[in-house]
C-alpha cells in the first residue's frame, strides 16, 4: 500500500539542536516534557533522540503515556505531571513511575501499595502557587508533613507551574516563586528536606533563571515553537515538525461558480483550483475556510470554500504550472516562504500548541533522523 499524500516530517536533528540550545541557558537538569505523543511529533521516536542527547528524566501529563514509554525505555525516569487515581498505585509502584501527589488518599494509598510490594514509592508534591489547576495551597502545609511520614514513600521532588511566564510582566510569576520558597522554607525549618525543586517552563527557561532550582520542565520551545509572541522570538529555534500534502487535482471554474459545501465561495473571475487531499480529521481546522493559507512552488496560496472532512481546495490563478503530484506545505518552509504554527495559530485565534497536538494521528509521521555525535 502507498503513503498516503499527506505527512508530517518530524526532524530529529532539529530537535536535538534545541535541546542542545536550551542547555545553554541552564545549569539545571532538564526534563524534556513529551505528553501528548510529544506534542503530536511522535513520542518514542522524540525520547530515544533526547536519551541519545542525555537526557534522563522525562514528563508527561497521563499514566498512560507514561507506560508507553517505559515498555520502550524500561531505564528512563518518567515522572506523571498530570493527576494519578487512588486505583494507579498498583501500577505506579510496580512500574517506578513518579507521580504528583497533591492529596493525602493518593499518598496513602501509595504508601499502603509499597509496603505491600516492599518497595519504595518516589513521588513529587505538587503545590499551587496561583495557576489554580491542581496542587497543595500554602494553607496545606501540615498535610504536605503528614505524608512524609507514610512508610515507603520518598518525596524526592517538589514543584509548582506558572501561570504567566510567557510574558514579558514577571511581575505575577515573581509572586508564584515567593509563595514557593515560602512553602519550601516552610517544610524545611519543620524537618522536612526535598532535594529536587522544579518550577521553570519552556518560557522561565528562556527568560527567568531565578526559577531553575535543581531541575527545569522544557516542553513546547524544545519542538521550536516559541512559549508566546512575547517570549523567545530570539532564541533561534527551528520547528521540529512540517506538514506536507500533494495536489490531488487541478481544474479552472468559470465566474459565478462556486466551491464546497455552502457554496460559500463564488468565483469573480475564471479560477484555477488545486485540490489538496487534508482536511479537518486530519486536524486543518475548519475554522480556516476561506482565509487560510498554504504554500504551493514557494507561493503562498488562499484556502477557497469550505474545508471538508478530508480535502481542501486552494486558488492558484496567479501560481503558474501548478499540476497534480506538486507537494504543498501546510506548515513549514517552501523557498523563500514559510507557514508557522504560530502564523496558523494567530489566524485561528489560538495558540502554536493546540496546532501542532491537533494533528491527528491519521497524519503519517515521517522522520529524519539524527546525525550521529
Excluded at 542525555?54 to 501529563?61: E, I, K
Excluded at 517538589?158 to 515567593?178: M, N, P, V, Y
Excluded at 512540517?242 to 481544474?251: G, L, P, Q, R
Aim: glycine share 8%; charged share 20%; proline share 3%.
Amino acid at each position: 500500500m502507498g503513503m498516503r499524500q499527506v505527512w508530517a516530517e518530524v526532524n530529529l536533528q532539529t530537535l536535538r539542536e534545541n535541546f542542545f540550545k536550551h542547555q545553554t541557558y541552564t545549569q539545571s537538569e532538564i526534563m524534556p516534557i513529551v505528553k501528548a505523543d510529544a506534542y503530536g511529533h511522535g513520542v518514542i521516536p522524540v525520547v530515544r533522540t533526547l536519551i541519545a542527547c542525555g537526557a534522563q528524566r522525562f514528563g508527561v501529563a497521563l499514566l498512560q503515556e507514561a507506560l508507553e514509554i517505559k515498555a520502550v525505555f524500561p531505564e528512563v525516569t518518567v515522572m506523571v505531571i498530570g493527576a494519578t487515581g487512588t486505583e494507579d498505585s498498583d501500577t505506579l509502584v510496580n512500574e517506578e513511575i513518579i507521580p504528583a501527589v497533591f492529596q493525602l488518599a493518593q499518598a496513602q494509598a501509595l504508601s499502603e501499595t509499597a509496603v505491600r510490594l516492599n518497595r519504595t514509592a518516589k513521588i513529587h508534591i505538587k503545590v499551587d502557587t496561583g495557576m489554580g489547576r491542581i496542587g497543595y495551597r500554602e494553607t496545606d502545609i501540615s498535610e504536605i508533613l503528614r505524608i512524609s511520614q507514610l512508610p515507603n514513600l520518598y518525596i524526592e521532588g517538589i514543584f509548582t507551574h506558572f501561570a504567566t511566564a510567557d510574558q514579558r510582566d514577571l511581575a505575577f510569576a515573581r509572586k508564584q516563586l515567593k509563595c514557593f520558597e515560602d512553602i519550601y522554607e516552610k517544610l524545611k525549618m519543620m524537618g522536612l528536606t526535598i532535594p529536587i525543586r522544579h518550577v521553570a517552563n519552556s518560557a522561565a527557561i528562556l527568560q527567568f533563571p531565578e526559577s531553575h532550582f535543581e531541575l527545569v520542565r522544557l516542553g513546547i520551545s524544545l519542538y521550536g515553537l516559541t512559549p508566546s509572541s512575547q517570549v523567545g522570538g530570539n532564541v533561534g529555534l527551528e520547528p521540529v515538525m512540517s506538514w506536507k500534502a500533494k495536489v490531488s487535482h487541478v481544474k479552472t471554474i468559470g465566474t459565478g461558480e462556486t466551491v464546497s459545501y455552502g457554496r460559500t465561495f463564488q468565483a469573480a473571475y475564471p479560477t484555477q483550483v488545486a485540490t489538496v487531499p487534508v482536511g479537518y480529521a486530519d486536524g486543518l481546522r475548519r475554522i480556516l475556510s476561506n482565509q487560510g493559507e498554504m504554500l504551493i512552488r514557494g507561493r503562498r496560496s488562499t484556502i477557497i470554500g469550505r474545508i471538508c472532512m478530508d480535502q481542501t481546495m486552494l486558488e492558484v490563478t496567479k501560481i503558474p504550472g501548478v499540476k497534480v503530484g506538486d507537494v504543498v506545505t501546510i506548515l513549514g518552509k517552501d523557498g523563500g516562504e514559510r507557514l508557522t504554527a504560530s502564523e496558523m495559530a494567530d489566524w485561528l485565534g489560538t495558540i502554536n500548541y493546540e496546532v501542532v497536538c491537533g494533528i491527528s494521528n491519521r497524519v503519517p509521521r515521517v522522520y529524519i533522523e539524527a546525525k550521529e555525535a
